[in-house]
Antibody, heavy 126, light 107 residues
Framework: QVQLVQSGAEVKKPGASVKVSCKAS????????ISWVRQAPGQGLEWMGW????????NYAQKLQGRVTMTTDTSTSTAYMELRSLRSDDTAVYYC???????????????????WGKGTTVTVSS | DIQMTQSPSSLSASVGDRVTITCRAS??????LNWYQQKPGKAPKLLIY???SLQSGVPSRFSGSGSGTDFTLTISSLQPEDFATYYC?????????FGQGTRLEIK
């Protein structure tokens, strides 16, 4: 079955960087992209961006531009999200999700997040 | 960015009730609207995509409708496992946005 397994919890100091991994299985990794979504404690969902596992194209949320980098390693079917210059308000659970569409030929708007990882807790504290 | 506004923000209902949650976009998004369910401490789960298409494995008591700016998620007969928070999300814009969530609680 399709599964996304994320790396473990992280505790970081302000100003540091964190890199979260998301290992995919059960499907052809390069056929779909990976989206990243975060959720601060007690808050709603915030989209961070996505990466195409086919060609590495990315689309980042404007508020994170310059601090976030999403990459993939197709040899291990793993996606990565690195966030730099961490602040206390980056404390959140970070989720990866498969960026999927059901049609054979999909327009970029047709994609949705159909399978999610369990989340990685990132705590930023001095 | 396109603003997504859900109403109500919270809702109390009983098992067996019919429940409707509304999501309004700040501009037309055609049918590029998805719905997710999230239980405490768990990842979101896709329920509905493209406004009205039921995700495989999701019970048929869930349904979605709407287009343009106004959308609804309906649960025809609430079951105990449906008490959760529900989010809408638009994919019309390159800047994806979620609604603030609707918390569905047991009355």
């Amino acid at each position: 079955q399709v599964q996304l397994v994320q790396s473990g919890a992280e505790v970081k100091k302000p100003g540091a960087s964190v890199k979260v991994s998301c290992k995919a299985s059960g499907y052809t990794f390069t056929s779909y992209g990976i989206s990243w979504v975060r959720q601060a404690p007690g808050q709603g969902l915030e989209w961070m961006g996505w990466i195409s596992a086919y060609n590495g194209n990315t689309n980042y949320a404007q508020k994170l531009q310059g601090r976030v980098t999403m990459t993939t390693d197709t040899s291990t079917s793993t996606a990565y999200m690195e966030l730099r210059s961490l602040r206390s308000d980056d404390t959140a659970v970070y989720y990866c999700a498969r960026r999927y569409c059901s049609g054979g030929s999909c327009y970029w708007r047709d994609y949705y997040m159909d399978v999610w990882g369990k989340g990685t807790t990132v705590t930023v504290s001095s | 960015d396109i603003q997504m506004t859900q109403s109500p923000s919270s809702l109390s209902a009983s098992v067996g009730d019919r429940v409707t949650i509304t999501c309004r976009a700040s501009q037309s998004i055609s049918s590029y609207l998805n719905w997710y369910q999230q239980k405490p401490g768990k990842a979101p789960k896709l329920l509905i995509y493209a406004a009205s298409s039921l995700q495989s494995g999701v019970p048929s008591r869930f349904s979605g409708s709407g287009s343009g700016t106004d959308f609804t998620l309906t649960i025809s007969s609430l079951q105990p496992e449906d008490f959760a928070t529900y989010y809408c999300q638009q994919s019309y814009s390159t800047a994806i946005t979620f609604g603030q969530g609707t918390r569905l609680e047991i009355k």
